[in-house]
């Protein structure tokens, strides 16, 4: 009897899956924007999903991915619209174009603005990195995180607020050496 060796298989696909799964909350919050329905919202992203997955084949790895999925998934907006006619209260196709033209001129500014957030977070100091991500990401209240750390949730406001000014003034400043190194 052979050994099986447990080799990791590597997929000409690869590449795109890490693009696709990379891009799915930049997706949602993109067709959020276009159909204002969290139901729509799922049911077409699973549509888009689908969609780029077929067509991957025909996407152009020297293009920008986030500007050829939105326009994958402006087709599936138009197409759920058009399936979901008899609800009167949906934006005109007209105002869906300037919509998704305005969003896709945006995604170079969100990225550039990821980028230089994800910098200035690893600039911070630890225990001011810690309270953001307790905060913000974890979910913790402000009373929680003022009484794991024996101060007064005043205290707490006035450090996040601080915080929040020092990583503004931070990514301002990413940016402006961006645009003019």
């Given at each position: 009897?052979?050994?099986?060796?447990?080799?990791?298989?590597?997929?000409?696909?690869?590449?795109?899956?890490?693009?696709?799964?990379?891009?799915?909350?930049?997706?949602?919050?993109?067709?959020?924007?276009?159909?204002?329905?969290?139901?729509?919202?799922d049911d077409v992203q699973q549509e888009v999903n689908v969609a780029l997955w077929k067509n991957r084949k025909t996407?152009?790895?020297?293009?920008?991915?986030?500007?050829?999925?939105?326009?994958?998934?402006?087709?599936?907006?138009?197409?759920?619209?058009?399936?979901?006619?008899?609800?009167?209260?949906?934006?005109?196709?007209s105002l869906l174009n300037i919509l998704s033209d305005d969003y896709v001129k945006e995604i170079g500014k969100v990225?550039?603005?990821?980028?230089?957030?994800?910098?200035?977070?690893?600039?911070?100091?630890?225990?001011?990195?810690?309270?953001?991500?307790?905060?913000?990401?974890?979910?913790?209240?402000?009373?929680?995180?003022?009484?794991?750390?024996?101060?007064?949730?005043?205290t707490i406001y006035s450090s996040l607020a601080r915080i929040r000014e020092a990583l503004y003034r931070c990514i301002?400043?990413?940016?402006?050496?961006?645009?003019?190194?």
């Amino acid at each position: 009897m052979k050994a099986q060796t447990s080799a990791t298989h590597v997929s000409e696909d690869d590449p795109f899956v890490e693009q696709l799964a990379a891009s799915q909350v930049w997706l949602r919050t993109y067709l959020c924007t276009l159909l204002r329905d969290r139901t729509a919202t799922d049911d077409v992203q699973q549509e888009v999903n689908v969609a780029l997955w077929k067509n991957r084949k025909t996407y152009d790895a020297t293009r920008d991915f986030k500007r050829w999925a939105a326009g994958v998934a402006l087709l599936e907006v138009l197409q759920h619209r058009r399936k979901a006619a008899t609800n009167k209260l949906q934006f005109d196709e007209s105002l869906l174009n300037i919509l998704s033209d305005d969003y896709v001129k945006e995604i170079g500014k969100v990225t550039a603005r990821e980028a230089a957030l994800s910098e200035c977070l690893k600039k911070l100091k630890t225990n001011d990195r810690w309270m953001l991500e307790t905060h913000y990401w974890s979910g913790l209240a402000i009373a929680q995180i003022a009484s794991q750390l024996g101060r007064p949730v005043s205290t707490i406001y006035s450090s996040l607020a601080r915080i929040r000014e020092a990583l503004y003034r931070c990514i301002q400043s990413q940016i402006a050496q961006q645009l003019h190194p």
